[in-house]
């Protein structure tokens, strides 16, 4: 009787591994949304209509900041399979006492999201007004360049700031020599 049981629950746990392995496998590639074109033009479109409230950048400030931990917009960072946004929160004190010391720390309003690209448009246009202290424009920044991500990089960074130019968003793209930006 102590077999069977162990042979039945061998088999529902191999079962249940197979789905999962299974599931996983068909989600595919999160970064080609031609099988959702009209949803993801149509999330895009929205967007933009939001994004159109925050002020045009001005290069001169924007282009002065070339570390990722001076920059205070939204910061991009593309991944195989997503997209890590990074953003301050703006500081809803508006007392100058103690700005930047150790009770008001830009650290502690640092957050960071997993999103994929599909997300893109809403959780870019769903941002508190202060998360652009630059303007509309977003940086997106350098990842290590390892043989495993050479394949798909380009790619993905390419249909992401596509689709942020879309939205009406200048890209400032960390990943080219700040010369040649």
Not at 147 to 167: C, Y
Request: charged residues 20%; contains cysteine.
């Amino acid at each position: 009787m102590r077999v069977s049981f162990l042979r039945f629950n061998g088999l529902v746990l191999f079962t249940w591994f197979g789905l999962l392995a299974i599931g996983g496998c068909r989600h595919g590639n999160s970064f080609d949304m031609s099988g959702h074109a009209a949803s993801w033009n149509a999330s895009k479109n929205a967007a933009r209509q939001e994004l159109r409230q925050i002020a045009s950048p001005s290069k001169d400030t924007y282009l002065a900041i070339d570390q990722e931990a001076q920059w205070k917009n939204p910061f991009l960072a593309v991944e195989s399979d997503m997209i890590q946004l990074r953003i301050y929160l703006p500081d809803e004190n508006s007392s100058p006492i103690d700005r930047g010391g150790m009770t008001r720390l830009a650290v502690a309003r640092k957050q960071v999201l997993n999103i994929r690209l599909a997300d893109l448009p809403q959780a870019l246009s769903s941002l508190p007004d202060g998360a652009w202290p630059y303007g509309r424009v977003v940086a997106i920044g350098e990842l290590r360049q390892t043989p495993q991500n050479q394949a798909w990089r380009q790619n993905h960074l390419q249909v992401t700031i596509a689709a942020l130019k879309d939205m009406g968003i200048v890209v400032d793209d960390w990943n080219i020599p700040p010369l040649m930006r």
